[in-house]
């Protein structure tokens, strides 16, 4: 595991971006596992930068999404459909019909995780999955549990992450309590693996996951495992490593 250390959150998304860009340049059909959060969007307007500056071309490439709430389509602007339309497809030249998020309309939660499995297995799997952090370690929403759970299946949020992400809608009750997310077993067969996490917020999570015991109880700390994993901080989510 690399752990990449930046002054800040412009330079962390920067240096994630960089990342993201080289698996681009050297693969221009690579498959990109691309997450959502406030965290990754800094990341998502450098690449949209790079495109508009003709250094990147995304119309080779495939995407999939770690996750999507149960229930909201992808008209709902709190979707994560709606998110990546637009922070990133809408303004670079991927084909929309080569972009994958999870059918949160699917109200068969195995179907919905099996045609996901399905989907990233026709493209021959991720070349670089980019995650986040949930505040309580989770990855995707592979919320702290017993067990890693391994395939994509359906979660039952946490009340911690409930109350997290009320912060994007009008009210707590509007927040989907269920969601489709890739498993532990999907996310660490991606060949390379990119988390950035900013923050003080993030601190203590960082510590846990990257320089703590591997346990589910801290979904991240997985990682330590992953042959080809880079983390990205800014100062202040690395300031207690
Ligand atoms: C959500 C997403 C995660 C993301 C997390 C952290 O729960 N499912 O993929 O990493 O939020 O979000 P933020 O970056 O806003 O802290």
Redesign the pocket.
């Given at each position: 595991m690399r752990i990449i250390k930046t002054e800040s959150y412009d330079a962390a998304s920067r240096a994630c971006a960089n990342l993201i860009m080289a698996q681009i340049v050297t693969k221009p059909d690579c498959v990109l596992g691309l997450?959502?959060?406030?965290?990754?969007i800094g990341t998502y307007e450098n690449l949209v930068r790079m495109y508009k500056d003709g250094d990147i071309s995304f119309a080779a490439v495939n995407s999939v999404n770690?996750?999507e709430y149960k229930g909201l389509s992808p008209e709902n602007d709190q979707s994560y459909r709606y998110f990546m339309n637009d922070h990133l497809f809408s303004h670079v030249d991927i084909d929309i019909k080569k972009t994958n998020v999870p059918n949160g309309l699917e109200p068969d939660a195995n179907k919905a995780c099996e045609d996901y499995e399905e989907i990233i297995k026709k493209l021959g799997g991720i070349d670089l999955q980019l995650?986040?952090?949930?505040?309580n370690g989770?990855?995707?929403?592979n919320e702290p549990c017993d067990e890693f759970v391994k395939k994509t299946h359906c979660v039952d949020l946490t009340q911690s992450?409930i109350e997290a992400?009320s912060r994007f809608f009008a009210s707590m009750d509007e927040v989907p309590k269920q969601a489709y997310t890739m498993g532990i077993q999907t996310i660490m067969n991606a060949r390379k693996v990119v988390l950035i996490a900013t923050g003080k917020n993030k601190a203590e999570t960082v510590k846990k996951a990257f320089f703590g015991p591997i346990t589910p109880s801290v979904p991240a700390s997985i990682l330590q495992l992953h042959p080809d994993c880079t983390v990205v901080l800014d100062a202040d989510a690395a300031s207690l490593v």
């Open positions: 997450a959502t959060g406030s965290t990754p770690l996750d995650l986040g952090l949930g505040p989770h990855i995707g929403f992450t992400n």
